[in-house]
């Protein structure tokens, strides 16, 4: 699940980058959480998928 939605970010802030519409930053928060949540889970040894 958590995986999926790194993934899903992931796409949408290359879209945003492409396109130059990244609502204000908003879709980069979004990817910056994203992968501090998996680095976080990965650290402790959690699975991701």
Do not use: E, K
């Amino acid at each position: 699940m958590l995986w999926t939605i790194f993934v899903i970010l992931l796409v949408l802030w290359a879209l945003g980058l492409a396109t130059g519409a990244t609502l204000n930053g908003f879709i980069h928060i979004l990817l910056v959480i994203a992968i501090v949540v998996v680095l976080l889970r990965v650290i402790q040894g959690r699975s991701i998928a």
